[in-house]
């Protein structure tokens, strides 16, 4: 066992029986590169990676290599997921030497945490033009035992260099209707009408970028931004990049036509992806749309709900293939063969329904379940029966693994998701799965200053502070919690974190936003980005919420503090619109007003009460915020002075600082948030 036995993160706990005399990130490791002498080789993975799994069990397994890597250097390992500001300082750092990226990240430093040499994946033996990973190791090692000023210049020059790369200079004010028109407009060039979705493979669930739209289309009426989160969502949803067993998607599709995916899980894309289908649902009243939004959150709950209330980091792509031999896909894909094993007569039926052909979709003629079929008639009871009997027999097969490491941001996610998916779709067991995840939030990862941690596991908060996306992410699931459950307390907790947000990542100056507290750990750069992920930027997920609290409550430090983070929205909205749809969004809520509805009634069991809550959460109005309660509540801001209409429960919808008149009847209501 080395040092990173006693880690909570699973993937540095993959790593803990290594031969490799592994460090994690620390001060400690830094300074007995100093006292050595030696340069530290920093690798930098996540639990659910292919290719860092594939690298550990070549290289770090090895016990020669870890031999030479013991002798001559002092090796980190970070987990990515853990430490994302590291991540992100020493990624771009790979991606301005390299011109590309990934992970397994390979970073050689000097005993300051200066990069000199960057890498991804290293090979065992050379191949495809790759050195070996040992030759990489030797030539490094000569180099800074005979060249050691030359390498010290390269690590300074780098340093100097990201230190002076700033982040595009944000306008002084947020974007308006011409910057989001172009917007659209890129959006639509780069737009792929066989397949839908955005540019070619291999091809990510683009969640932020389809709640643009759908808020677009609220707000405008534009067919267009409609037709492609409509057609997007429906072929991500039949394409082997959903699960068509168990629900959820996986991390990407290799291809254009969402058919074979990257089949790790990830719950930051379910729990977009479940929100986003949802909105779908409530746009357009889809029955796909309900389906997938459902069947994603009875994923969520199913497989990635922990203990503790928590929800899981991912599941692994790779599972034992029933040989003993770990590979990617085994969990998922399926052969005739198969089929006929489990459903007798009925597989041809569900190889014709599914796409399992002979040849197979993905390799050695097995095949990616989906839905090829547009046209036909299916019986729906017998496809529900064989659905149900492939997905007990899968159940059988070896799973695959689990990260259970609870990360703040995601369960922000998570909680939004399934509070508004619950709300929508009448299944309470959902908003309460979504109020357990906030319970933990709270109670673990809260501490008495109201600073978050970024980590628990087991229920045992993790030692690395909380990041921009952190406080984002769950102010905004609080603030989602808030509007479904009617509790205060959550708008008050979303406050809590917001002020946060204001005083430790915010530049007074500017309004620009850092992605790390200004007491953080000091790195080579303090890491600053605007622009969406796979989530959306801590940035925008910030300005989303300040928009949405200052709505609840009228303040007007919260909404300016919004606004000046927008700025950043309208220099980049209509150069790269694929690359910042949830800042793209917040604008879109920003001009609509957002729109503040309070609806009062006598208590929580009315059920006129009830219906009018209702049809304030689905309005599509964006970024619209709901409070209910009782008349002169002191839960939320917005029931200050709301009374019953002659005795009868009422809304009241308010925009720019105008109040419409009250109404008492759900159409009425509905009317007002189109």
């Given at each position: ?96 030497a390299t011109g590309h990226g990934g992970w397994p990240m390979t970073v050689f430093l ?29 030539g490094v090692q000569q180099a800074w035992t005979t060249r050691r000023d030359e390498v ?523």
């Amino acid at each position: 066992m080395n040092r990173l036995a006693h880690e909570t993160s699973p993937y540095l706990l993959q790593h803990a029986d290594n031969p490799v005399d592994w460090w994690p990130w620390s001060a400690e490791a830094f300074a007995e590169a100093r006292r050595t002498n030696r340069p530290v080789l920093l690798s930098v993975g996540y639990s659910s990676c292919h290719w860092c799994h594939v690298m550990a069990h070549e290289s770090f397994e090895d016990e020669v290599t870890a031999g030479y890597l013991n002798e001559h250097f002092v090796s980190v390992k970070v987990d990515r997921e853990e430490r994302p500001d590291v991540d992100a300082v020493y990624m771009e750092a790979v991606q301005a030497a390299t011109g590309h990226g990934g992970w397994p990240m390979t970073v050689f430093l000097t005993p300051d945490a200066e990069p000199f040499y960057f890498g991804t994946y290293y090979p065992p033996a050379p191949r495809h033009g790759m050195p070996s990973f040992r030759q990489v190791l030797e030539g490094v090692q000569q180099a800074w035992t005979t060249r050691r000023d030359e390498v010290g210049e390269v690590a300074g020059k780098i340093v100097r260099d990201l230190a002076q790369r700033e982040i595009v200079r944000q306008a002084a004010e947020a974007p308006g209707e011409q910057e989001l028109a172009q917007a659209l407009l890129g959006l639509t060039r780069e737009y792929d009408p066989q397949r839908g979705g955005f540019g070619g493979a291999p091809k990510f669930p683009p969640s932020m970028v389809l709640e643009f739209l759908l808020r677009h289309h609220a707000r405008t009426g534009a067919e267009g931004a409609l037709q492609m989160a409509v057609d997007t969502g429906e072929r991500m949803a039949r394409g082997g990049i959903y699960d068509q067993l168990g629900g959820g998607f996986a991390r990407y599709s290799v291809d254009r036509d969402w058919v074979v995916p990257h089949f790790e899980k990830m719950l930051y894309d379910n729990a977009l992806l479940c929100r986003v289908y949802a909105h779908l649902w409530r746009a357009t009243g889809s029955d796909l749309a309900r389906r997938v939004a459902l069947e994603t959150a009875d994923f969520l709950v199913r497989e990635l709900r922990t203990p503790e209330g928590g929800f899981a980091s991912a599941l692994d792509a790779d599972s034992d293939d029933g040989t003993g031999r770990h590979v990617e896909g085994a969990y998922y894909v399926w052969t005739p063969a198969q089929l006929r094993d489990v459903l007798g007569d009925d597989a041809e039926l569900a190889a014709q329904y599914f796409g399992v052909t002979e040849e197979g979709t993905f390799e050695h003629g097995q095949s990616v379940l989906r839905l090829p079929q547009t046209e036909g008639v299916f019986d729906a009871e017998k496809i529900a029966s064989v659905r149900r009997r492939l997905f007990d027999a899968r159940a059988r097969r070896p799973a695959p693994g689990r990260d259970d490491k609870v990360v703040a941001a995601w369960n922000g996610l998570a909680v939004a998701a399934l509070a508004e998916t619950g709300a929508y779709f009448g299944r309470p067991d959902l908003v309460e799965a979504a109020l357990g995840a906030a319970d933990l939030l709270v109670r673990v990862h809260l501490d008495e200053h109201a600073r978050l941690a970024r980590t628990s596991k087991d229920g045992r908060v993790g030692p690395n502070a909380g990041v921009l996306e952190d406080y984002g992410d769950v102010a905004e699931g609080f603030l989602a919690l808030a509007s479904v459950t009617g509790e205060g307390v959550w708008l008050d907790f979303a406050g809590l974190l917001l002020d946060q947000v204001l005083a430790r990542f915010t530049d007074p100056e500017t309004g620009a936003l850092f992605d790390t507290a200004s007491d953080a750990e000091r790195l080579i750069r303090r890491p600053q980005d605007p622009t969406d992920n796979a989530a959306p930027s801590g940035w925008t997920a910030a300005a989303g919420a300040l928009l949405g609290y200052a709505a609840h409550t009228g303040s007007e430090a919260h909404r300016v503090a919004a606004e000046r983070a927008l700025g950043v929205v309208k220099t980049l909205g209509p150069r790269v619109p694929r690359f910042i749809g949830w800042g793209l969004a917040v604008a879109e809520a920003l001009l609509d007003g957002p729109r503040e509805v309070a609806v009062v009634g006598p208590g929580p069991d009315d059920e006129r009460t009830a219906a009018l809550h209702r049809t304030a959460l689905l309005g599509a109005a964006p970024g619209a915020v709901v409070a209910c309660g009782t008349p002169d509540g002191d839960e939320f801001p917005l029931l200050a002075g709301r009374t019953l209409i002659d005795g009868a429960p009422a809304a009241y919808v308010c925009r720019g600082f105008v109040c419409d008149l009250p109404v008492t009847d759900p159409e009425a209501l509905r009317a007002k948030l189109v």
